[in-house]
């Protein structure tokens, strides 16, 4: 059976108090129950009852809170990674929403598979802007140029 993995990896030059609340927003996990300080009024709760509904809409009907990626400060912003299931959409709104000093901005990624599976390797890209969040994919990209190449 193969396993199939996302993977990421990319630096993001942002301001200190920005790179605060990127830090806080990837330490949300499916364990916590209230937004951490750093982050009050930075996501409105669609639900008065659920103070973690502002974040939820991120996560496309997952369970719990996972953001399936890393995150480490570094001089001069953060360094985010990942190899497995990132939540790409969650990771791209957090940039947009708790970091608009570096907008726009874009990070990529790749799709690899453990065994040769026709379709199972390629990646993409995300573009952030203060509008919204762009993402693309290279199979996508690939049909596109074939269809302009076929005339």
Known sequence: MPDFYTKLCFDLACAPEEADRLVAAFGVTGATTELPPALAGWFASPDPTDPLSGIAVFYDGADAFDVGAWILPIEGGVRIWAQGD??????????????????????????????ARPGAFGGGF????????????????????MEAARG
């Open 86 to 115: 990132p939540q790409l959409v969650a990771i791209a709104e957090f940039i947009r929403t708790l970091a608009p000093s570096v907008l726009p901005v874009g990070f990529t990624w790749c799709n690899d598979c453990s065994r």
């Open 126 to 145: 995300a573009l952030i802007s203060a509008e919204g969040c762009d993402f693309n994919d290279v199979s996508g990209l690939l049909e596109d140029a």
